[in-house]
């Protein structure tokens, strides 16, 4: 994995990517952390690295809850010790109160928090934000814009996301367009 997010940190950087990059939002479980602090953060602190985006983790950004060990998060009192330069503000519990051991979680419910992370994208005042996630969760918050797209693009926009995989989506805000007939 390291050599994963080493090679993808030199394309972030040698792309600019990370230069215009406001905001980065994780998934608050390990795995995607480790990812977002290994592409876009100063793990080390290091003051002579060049300036990094903020990294905030978010519930609504985490894998399918439910049943699987691995997709539950750990307190967040541990994870600020491990990751501290990630904000964990928006976490509302110190435990993991999403996760339950014998339910799986819908794809309706992922595609609910799909339209609600869009949604709360969409007050950010960010312009260009990163999203370290998870596949299946990416892929339904792409969902939310589907039927706004060409065919073709649709099968694009919502395939599967490959393993460490980076993807640039233009989102626009349909209101801010105005069509004006003569």
């Known amino acids: 994995m390291v050599c994963i997010v080493l090679y993808y940190n030199e394309r972030v950087v040698s ?40 990294i905030l983790a978010l519930e609504v950004a985490r894998d399918r809850n439910g049943v699987h060990p691995p997709d539950m998060r750990r307190n967040v009192s541990e994870y600020q010790t491990i990751f501290p330069t990630i904000d964990f503000s928006q976490i509302e519990s110190e435990e993991d109160n999403l996760w339950r051991p014998d339910v799986r979680e819908f794809e309706e419910e992922i595609l609910a928090r799909g339209l609600q992370f869009m949604k709360w994208l969409g007050k950010r005042p960010e312009k260009e934000v990163a999203v370290v996630s998870h596949g299946i969760v990416l892929q339904h918050m792409l969902y939310v814009f589907a039927n706004d797209c060409d065919v073709s693009v649709r099968h694009e926009l919502c395939k599967r996301f490959a393993n460490c995989e980076i993807r640039t989506v233009v989102i626009v805000d349909k209101s801010l367009c105005s069509s004006t007939e003569n």
């Open 15 to 54: 792309s600019g990517l990370l230069k215009r990059v406001e905001l980065v939002v994780t998934s608050p479980l390990y795995r995607t952390m480790q990812t977002a602090v290994g592409v876009f953060g100063n793990e080390d602190n290091q003051p002579n690295m060049i300036s990094k985006p903020s």
